[in-house]
Nanobody, 124 residues
């Protein structure tokens, strides 16, 4: 069973950048589809980006396309989310998640393992 730990969140001004990391342990990282999700107060958890096991296919929510980049380093068992040109509406708790599915999945219920989350706050 894989354990996931996010880091890199914080407070940033609008237009700024942050890089989130998700370190995995206890499992074979390269065997999981990985995803970043976020949840703002009073809202449902939503997909931000996802990446297949090889890193050869990615998915982005429309709201972050062109601003966020998801990547993974299977040798380091780590996933990243580079967030540029941040907006106040990006404020949320960001979670990394792992799925045992063999192909791209974006629904939260398709992910079996979750990190504890990291807060991202973007001030205007």
């Amino acid at each position: 069973q894989v354990q996931l730990v996010e880091s890199g969140g914080g407070l940033v001004q609008a237009g700024g950048s942050l890089r989130l990391s998700c370190a995995a342990s206890g499992g074979t990282f390269s065997s999981y589809v990985m995803g970043w999700f976020r949840q703002a107060p009073g809202k449902e958890r939503e997909i931000v980006a996802a990446i297949v096991r090889t890193g050869g296919l990615t998915h982005y929510a429309d709201s972050v396309k062109g601003r966020f980049t998801i990547s993974r380093d299977n040798a380091k068992a780590t996933m990243y989310l580079q967030m540029n040109n941040l907006k106040p509406e990006d404020t949320a708790v960001y979670y990394c998640a792992a799925s045992i599915r063999l192909s791209m999945v974006i629904a939260p219920e398709e992910y079996q393992y979750w990190g504890q989350g990291t807060q991202v706050t973007v001030s205007s």
